[in-house]
């Protein structure tokens, strides 16, 4: 991959916990990297839950490596675009060791 294709600009936040004003323990998300990205739609479908029809979007962000994003995982999220983005799975291609990241990640895609 060239890194001209990398025309994304994403965060990718991780949860801390703290603390509220009554005292329970919730996450808070903080960014952990604003990096570059190339960004392709996986699949678009529909999740029957609840009978509710809720549409998802599934895409896969490129990146580049970095120790700042070499530990990132699916307790994280993106994002992009006004959009939050979970994050289902985290691996270095083939043949690209230490290069590139690839993240899976969905997105409600009613909700923006």
């Excluded at 990718?12 to 990096?35: C, D, K, Q, S, Y």
């Amino acid at each position: 991959m060239a890194a001209g294709t990398l025309d994304r600009r994403i965060t990718i936040e991780r949860a801390v916990m703290t603390t509220n004003g009554f005292n329970e323990r919730v996450p808070t998300w903080l960014p952990l990297a604003t990096v570059w990205a190339h960004r392709r739609d996986a699949s678009a479908g529909e999740a029957y839950r609840a009978q509710e029809v809720g549409a998802q979007l599934t895409t896969r962000f490129t990146i580049r490596y970095s120790s700042t994003v070499s530990d990132v995982n699916p307790k994280d999220r993106i994002s992009y675009d006004g959009r939050v983005y979970n994050i289902t799975a985290v691996r270095e291609p083939e043949g690209t060791r230490r290069e590139w990241i690839e993240i899976d990640a969905v997105a409600r895609s009613d909700a923006a």
